[in-house]
C-alpha cells in the first residue's frame, strides 16, 4: 500500500515500512524499524529495533528501543515508552503516560500518569537528546538542584565538546541563578579536572558535567557531582527528584539572584596539583617510551604538558578533539585498541594506554602488543601498587574475583569490599589509610589526590610503580592468579524483582551467603556466585568464578536456570 512521509521526517538505516503507513513532520525513525499500516503523527521518536503493527500514535511520544505494539494500540499525546515495552492488542494510553522498561501492558491505561521509576540511572540523568532531554527539561533539573543547595553556593559546570552538550550545559546554568545559586563555567575540561576542581574551590557546592554518552551519540548524560567532587549520593539524587517532579523550585528575590562567572585556571590548579602528588624524579630516571591515545577526548589538553614535563617519550594518537568521535561502538572501539597494540609492539614501547573520552577509564596495552582485559589491567595495577606500598589496603567492589584477595595477602594488605556502586566505591577510598580504589572495569581512584575516579593519575602512578617494580608488563601479568569468571543476565519484570529475590534468598538459605548489593553465595574456598537485580533493566545478573573456565560456565548456566524457574513461576 502507499506510504505517506511529511516534511522533514528521518528515516535511518534498515528501516522497513509496509503501506498503507501515514507518518508525519519532524518524525525520526531509528534504524532497524518495522513499521506496518500504521499512523505516526508529528514530532515523534521511534527507537532502534521497534516493531509496529496497525498502530496509532499521536504527538511529541518518545518510543524506545525494541519496543513491540499491535494490532489496534493507540497511544496518545506526549506518552514516553521504556525499551523493551510491549503493547499488546488494542491497547489504548491516554495522554502523558509513562511505561517503564520492559513492562507488558496487557489492558488500556487511561488515569493516573505511571511517572518514571526513577529520574538518575548508572550514568546520572540521561535520555535522547532534544526528544528525553531538552533545554527547559535541562533548565528545570539545575533549580531543582538549586533549591537544595545553599543561597550564593557555587555550582560548577562542564561538558564536553558537541553541540548537544553545549545547549543541554547553557539551558542548566540558566535553571542555577534563580534559584539564588551562583555558576562557575569551566568550559570545557577532562572531567577528573571538574572533580578537582569543584573539591578544592571555596564555596563550592556540587559541580555538574554534561556529555554525550560514549555509547550511544544520541544519548547526552548530565552527571552530578557533591562537594567533594564524587558522584551525588542515593539520597540527595531523590532529594532532587522529588523537586523536580513536584516543581517545587526556590525562587530568589532581585538581590538574591546568583551570577555567572567564568573559571580559565582549572587545569592550571589540577596540574600543580597534580604533580606535587607523584615521585617525578623517579619517572624522569626511568626514560619511559610510551603510546598514548587520547580518544578524541579531554584528557590531551590536561595530560600531554604534564608528560612532556616528567621527560616521557610519548606517540600521541588522537589527541585532537573531535565532535563526531566522542561515541563510539564497540567494534570501533576494539578496533582502536588493536591499532594501538601494533603501534606499540612496532615501536617497542614500554606500555599503552587508552583513555575514554572524559579522561576517567584506561585501558592497557603490554609492551608486547598485547591487549589487557579490564580485570586483568585492575589485577596488575593492585599488584604493582602493593609491591610499592606494602601493607596497604584497597577498596574493590563485591563482584571482583577471588584473586584480587590473594594478591593483597603477598604484600601483607587487605583488601575491602564493597557494594557496586561508585559513589561507595569514592566513599571507601576517602576512608584513611586506603591505598587504591578498584572496579574491574576501567576506573581507578587514588585517594591521596582526590577521592573520584581519575584515569590521568591512574595513568602516571602506572608509571611510577613500573619504574619501581623495574620488570616488563608481560612478565609481572604471567605471575599473575588465573581468573575464570562468567556472567549472563536472566529478564525479570521491574514488580518480580523483589519476590524472586526473596525466593533466592530462601533457596540458598543454608550456604554461606552475603546480602551486599544483591546476593553473594560463597560455593567453597575458591568459588562463589552474586545474584542481583539490575538497577537501571528489568533483568537479573549474575556473576559467577569458577575453579576452571568450564565449571564458571557450569555453575552461571546453573543459576540462570534457577532464576528464570522463579520467574516464569511469578508470571504464572
Given at each position: 500500500g502507499p506510504v505517506y512521509l511529511g516534511d522533514d521526517v528521518k528515516i535511518k538505516g534498515d528501516v522497513q515500512i509496509y503501506g498503507p503507513t501515514v507518518i508525519r513532520d519532524y518524525t525520526v525513525v531509528d534504524n532497524y524499524n518495522r513499521v506496518e499500516r500504521s499512523i505516526i503523527w508529528r514530532n515523534n521518536y521511534i527507537g532502534e529495533g521497534c516493531e509496529l503493527r496497525g498502530v496509532i500514535i499521536s504527538r511529541q511520544c518518545s518510543i524506545k528501543p525494541k519496543v513491540v505494539a499491535y494490532e489496534g494500540v493507540v497511544i496518545g499525546d506526549n506518552c514516553a515508552l521504556g525499551e523493551g515495552c510491549v503493547l499488546q492488542a488494542d491497547v489504548k494510553l491516554w495522554p502523558h503516560k509513562q511505561v517503564d522498561a520492559g513492562t507488558?501492558?496487557?489492558?488500556?491505561?487511561?488515569?493516573?500518569?505511571?511517572?518514571?521509576?526513577?529520574?538518575?540511572?548508572?550514568?546520572?540523568?540521561?535520555?535522547?537528546v532534544n526528544v528525553d532531554l531538552t533545554p527547559e527539561y535541562a533548565a528545570k533539573l539545575s533549580a531543582a538542584l538549586g533549591a537544595i543547595l545553599p543561597k550564593g553556593s557555587y555550582v560548577a559546570i562542564n561538558r564536553d565538546i558537541h553541540r548537544s552538550s553545549r545547549m543541554l550545559?547553557?539551558?542548566?546554568?540558566?535553571?542555577?541563578?534563580?534559584?539564588?545559586?551562583?555558576?562557575?563555567?569551566?568550559?570545557?575540561?577532562?572531567?577528573?579536572?571538574?572533580?578537582?576542581?569543584?573539591?578544592?574551590?571555596?564555596?563550592?557546592?556540587?559541580?555538574?558535567?554534561?556529555?554525550?554518552?560514549?555509547?550511544?551519540?544520541?544519548?547526552?548524560?548530565?552527571?552530578?557531582?557533591?562537594?567533594?567532587g564524587m558522584n551525588q549520593s542515593n539520597s540527595l539524587e531523590r532529594t532532587i527528584e522529588r523537586n523536580f517532579f513536584r516543581e517545587d523550585f526556590r525562587r530568589a528575590f532581585l538581590n538574591d539572584i546568583g551570577v555567572i562567572e567564568y573559571s580559565y585556571s582549572a587545569i592550571e590548579k589540577y596540574s600543580e596539583d597534580f604533580l606535587s602528588h607523584i615521585n617525578v624524579?623517579?619517572?624522569?630516571?626511568?626514560?619511559?617510551?610510551?603510546?598514548?591515545?587520547?580518544?578524541?577526548?579531554?584528557?590531551?589538553?590536561?595530560?600531554?604538558?604534564?608528560?612532556?614535563?616528567?621527560?616521557?617519550?610519548?606517540?600521541?594518537?588522537?589527541?585532537?578533539?573531535?565532535?563526531?568521535?566522542?561515541?563510539?561502538?564497540?567494534?570501533?572501539f576494539k578496533a582502536n585498541q588493536e591499532r594501538v597494540s601494533k603501534i606499540v609492539h612496532?615501536?617497542?614501547?614500554?606500555?599503552?594506554?587508552?583513555?575514554?573520552?572524559?579522561?576517567?577509564?584506561?585501558?592497557?596495552?603490554?609492551?608486547?602488543?598485547?591487549?589487557?582485559?579490564?580485570?586483568?589491567?585492575?589485577?596488575?595495577?593492585?599488584?604493582l601498587a602493593l609491591y610499592a606500598n606494602p601493607g596497604q589496603t584497597i577498596a574493590g567492589l563485591i563482584t571482583l574475583p577471588k584473586a584480587f584477595d590473594t594478591i593483597a595477602s603477598w604484600h601483607n594488605g587487605r583488601l575491602a569490599r564493597i557494594s557496586n556502586s561508585m559513589h561507595r566505591l569514592m566513599l571507601e577510598a576517602d576512608e584513611a589509610g586506603i591505598l587504591l580504589a578498584v572496579d574491574g572495569a576501567g576506573n581507578y581512584i587514588f585517594p591521596d589526590f582526590q577521592p573520584a575516579v581519575d584515569g590521568m593519575l591512574a595513568a602516571v602512578r602506572l608509571l611510577e610503580y613500573m619504574a619501581v617494580r623495574q620488570m616488563p608488563l608481560s612478565q609481572v601479568i604471567q605471575y599473575l592468579p588465573p581468573?575464570?569468571?562468567?556472567?549472563?543476565?536472566?529478564?525479570?519484570?521491574?514488580?518480580?524483582?523483589?519476590?524472586?529475590?526473596?525466593?533466592?534468598?530462601?533457596?540458598?538459605?543454608?550456604?554461606?551467603?552475603?546480602?551486599?548489593?544483591?546476593?553473594?553465595?560463597?560455593?567453597?574456598?575458591?568459588?562463589?556466585?552474586h545474584l542481583a537485580p539490575n538497577p537501571d533493566k528489568p533483568q537479573f545478573e549474575v556473576l559467577v568464578e569458577g575453579a576452571n573456565q568450564e565449571r564458571a560456565d557450569a555453575l552461571v548456566a546453573e543459576y540462570r536456570q534457577q532464576i528464570e524457574q522463579f520467574v516464569e513461576a511469578e508470571a504464572a
Open positions: 507488558i501492558i496487557h489492558e488500556s491505561l487511561v488515569w493516573g500518569t505511571q511517572s518514571r521509576r526513577s529520574l538518575f540511572g548508572r550514568f546520572g540523568v540521561s535520555g535522547v550545559k547553557r539551558a542548566l546554568i540558566s535553571g542555577l541563578p534563580g534559584t539564588g545559586v551562583n555558576v562557575w563555567d569551566l568550559g570545557n575540561v577532562a572531567i577528573p579536572v571538574a572533580r578537582h576542581f569543584v573539591r578544592t574551590q571555596p564555596n563550592t557546592t556540587a559541580g555538574i558535567h554534561v556529555r554525550l554518552s560514549p555509547f550511544d551519540q544520541r544519548v547526552v548524560d548530565i552527571r552530578f557531582m557533591n562537594e567533594h624524579e623517579r619517572i624522569r630516571r626511568a626514560n619511559f617510551h610510551i603510546v598514548v591515545d587520547y580518544s578524541y577526548g579531554l584528557a590531551a589538553d590536561t595530560l600531554a604538558d604534564m608528560l612532556t614535563g616528567l621527560e616521557v617519550d610519548v606517540v600521541p594518537l588522537n589527541a585532537r578533539m573531535a565532535e563526531t568521535k566522542l561515541a563510539m561502538l564497540q567494534n570501533e612496532a615501536l617497542g614501547a614500554d606500555v599503552g594506554i587508552q583513555f575514554d573520552v572524559g579522561g576517567e577509564k584506561i585501558f592497557l596495552v603490554d609492551e608486547q602488543g598485547n591487549m589487557i582485559d579490564d580485570t586483568t589491567a585492575a589485577l596488575l595495577m593492585v599488584e581468573v575464570y569468571m562468567a556472567r549472563a543476565s536472566v529478564m525479570c519484570g521491574w514488580d518480580s524483582k523483589g519476590r524472586v529475590m526473596r525466593l533466592l534468598h530462601n533457596q540458598y538459605k543454608h550456604l554461606p551467603i552475603e546480602n551486599v548489593d544483591g546476593l553473594r553465595i560463597h560455593l567453597n574456598e575458591t568459588e562463589w556466585v
